[in-house]
């Protein structure tokens, strides 16, 4: 079984920066695209962020300037370092991989973190 563990939301102030981090674990053979969305109070879960294992990247517009997406293949975990975070950003994060294990190939969504930007 392949599981997602996403590490690093919390509490910042307008401007600050925070980086998230996803470790997939489990009989993994690859890891394909992985990525984050998230998830606004009210809203629906929408596209943040995605990187292929090639280092190819794809940004929601809204974040391009602000977020990078990173990922270390050797340890099948993915990053998003966010700077100049704004109130709208606040959500919930989920972190999103495409994955093949010894049980076949799957979508897998980690539990979320949240994120707030406030002062």
């Known amino acids: 079984q392949v599981q997602l563990v996403e590490s690093g939301g919390g509490l910042v102030q307008p401007g600050g920066s925070l980086t998230l981090s996803c470790a997939a674990s489990?009989?993994?053979?690859?890891?394909?695209?992985m990525g984050w969305y998230r998830q606004a109070p009210g809203k629906e879960r929408d596209f943040v962020a995605t990187i292929t294992s090639g280092g190819t990247t794809n940004y929601k517009d809204s974040v391009k300037v602000r977020f990078t997406i990173s990922r270390d293949n050797a340890k099948n975990t993915v990053y998003l370092q966010m700077n100049s975070l704004k109130p709208e950003d606040t959500a919930v994060y989920y972190c999103?991989?495409?994955?093949?294990?010894?049980?076949?190939?799957?979508?897998?969504w980690g539990q979320g973190t949240q994120v707030t930007v406030s002062s």
């Open positions: 489990g009989s993994i053979i690859r890891a394909n695209v």
């Open positions: 999103n991989a495409h994955v093949c294990s010894t049980n076949g190939c799957d979508i897998y």
